[in-house]
């Protein structure tokens, strides 16, 4: 009786396993015919046999598996997930066979990925580079081209996770570049790798011929922790990155107005004020920085200082509007004391001769400011505040004829608004 049981279970193992290879091998004539859906089915059969496999055939099951959920790169993101954790499931065999499905995996992925990226949509193409990174994880470019696509589309948890892991891996981006200059546009080009631009020099398209490192990519990539921490109000993580960032790369002009900024909105003056001249000492030719300078001490009571700094701008950009009213303004903010005294005078003669003395000195502020408000008139016609402006002192000063004609361009410009 024991016999007769010991031959029925071997029977059924028997059994088990024909069912198992069967289905494997209809999945693997499946996937050679690419024909994916028949694959799936008879794998969801083999699958229900799982418990039975030996080690050997479970190898099987989870490559023949990868395989048809990449499709020959037919399938989702999704899809690519689940292959590749079907892949690290394969233990004790198929090792050749893994390697060169990943390197097909990786190729596949990355094509789609630049596709992605050609058609400008970021957010997809950088979902693939990952991919390609997880699959091949020593090609650490992969990675960063996955973060820096995401900033594009402001994607910024996610690039900031990807930033985050290229630091941890010290990842600096330097490779070796190999170049030569293309005869026919007179300019640089890098080759991607030594043989093809050999080749091109030996068919004399190209010419002087040279190899570098390029520069590292870890200032670029501190650099944009720092700003996606800005854009997300963390203005301690922000400053800290910061200063990791500007330690990569202190000659960093921009760094130093990202830095200037995260100041200024906590509140601090003085160093949003010190960073900027900072700024400006590197680049003493940009008219944006005077511009910003000339604010700062405005508002800080240094009106000698703004007005330098305003003419400066000037001097760098002679259309640089915003300085030539905020030059007037400046001048013109002086009136106020000014009046105040001269309705505080009484009417002895003492006092006549002080209030004619305040309307002298009110007279030159507006004599001051007509011309800095008139080119910025010039280079902006519809600015309406100059206009105004400019309308109101006419009026004042006692030029009637002026006047009249500013409120014809006033009228006409509150009437196109």
């Known amino acids: 009786m024991k016999k007769q049981i010991i031959i029925a279970l071997t029977f059924s193992i028997c059994a088990f396993s024909f069912a198992q290879k069967k289905e494997l091998k209809t999945a693997e ?37 990868a395989e048809t959920l990449y499709a020959n790169g037919a399938g989702s993101i999704k899809d690519i997930d689940a292959a590749l954790e079907s892949l690290n499931k394969v233990q004790g065999s198929l090792d050749s066979e893994v390697t060169t499905l990943k390197q097909t995996m990786v190729n596949g992925i990355l094509t789609k990925g630049n596709s992605y990226y050609e058609k400008k949509d970021f957010s997809t193409s950088s979902k693939y580079f990952e991919k390609a990174y997880r699959l091949s994880p020593r090609d650490t470019t992969f990675l960063y081209y996955a973060a820096a696509t995401a900033v594009n589309v402001q994607e910024y948890d996610r690039a900031l996770g990807l930033y985050e892991e290229l630091k941890a891996l010290g990842y600096t981006g330097i490779e070796k570049q190999y170049y030569a200059t293309d005869v026919s546009k007179n300019e640089e080009e890098i080759f991607a790798n030594k043989d093809i631009r050999d080749m091109s020099v030996k068919t004399k398209t190209h010419t002087n011929p040279g190899q570098r490192l390029s520069e590292s990519k870890k200032p670029e990539i501190a650099k944009n922790v720092a700003l996606i921490y800005v854009s997300q109000g963390k203005d301690d993580e922000a400053l800290k990155a910061m200063k990791d960032a500007r330690a990569e790369s202190p000659t960093d002009i921009n760094l130093i107005l990202s830095e200037a900024n995260i100041y200024y909105k906590l509140g601090n003056i003085e160093q949003f004020k ?43 950009n002679p259309n640089y509007i915003n300085a030539y009213i905020n030059l007037a303004a400046l001048i013109l903010s002086k009136e106020e004391p000014l009046i105040k005294e001269m309705n505080g005078l009484g009417n002895s003669k003492k006092d006549d001769l002080r ?32 206009a105004k402006t400019l309308m109101n002192i006419y009026n004042i000063v006692g030029e009637t004829a002026k006047f009249k004609e500013m409120k014809v361009k006033v009228d006409a410009l509150e009437a196109a608004e």
Do not use: W
Request: a negative charge; one cysteine or more; aromatic letters at 8%.
């Open 29 to 65: 004539k499946a996937i050679k015919g690419n024909n994916f859906a028949e694959a799936k089915a008879a794998l969801k059969q083999a699958e229900a046999l799982m418990s039975s496999m030996d080690d050997k055939l479970k190898a099987q099951y989870y490559y023949l598996n």
């Open 274 to 316: 010190t960073l900027l001249e900072e700024a400006t000492k590197m680049d003493p030719n940009n008219p944006e920085l005077q511009y910003n300078l000339g604010v700062i001490s405005a508002e800080s009571g240094h009106a000698k200082e703004a007005r330098a700094y305003y003419q400066k701008c000037i001097e760098l």
């Open 355 to 386: 209030y004619e003395e305040l309307k002298t000195q009110r007279q030159e502020l507006y004599k001051d400011a007509i011309p800095f408000l008139t080119k910025a008139l010039e280079i902006d016609a519809k600015n309406i505040s100059a």
